[in-house]
């Protein structure tokens, strides 16, 4: 799955990154490297800016670039009812 795939929310595991050195360069300088975990914290009407959570560092990522992480998502946490 891709980062563009995630909705605002969830969390996923970076598996890889599909992208030139430059730009591969650029997202590890955001500590966005294979096994960090990320999690989406908003995204701009039709997913043209995407911003997400890596660690301590909010990073607003263009669709285009959220598409070439791949990511593997988490499963979203269930809350138990008492009823």
Request: with cysteine; hydrophobic share 35%; glycine share 8%.
């Amino acid at each position: 799955m891709r980062l563009s795939e995630l909705h605002k929310e969830q969390r996923a595991t970076i598996v890889r990154i599909d992208a030139d050195s430059e730009l591969r360069k650029r997202f590890y300088s955001f500590g966005m490297v294979p096994g960090e975990r990320i999690a989406v914290r908003g995204c701009a009407p039709a997913k043209s800016t995407i911003e997400v959570e890596v660690g301590d560092t909010l990073i607003a990522l263009r669709k285009e670039e959220a598409e070439k992480i791949v990511v593997e998502g988490e499963e979203p946490n269930l809350v138990k009812s008492d009823g």
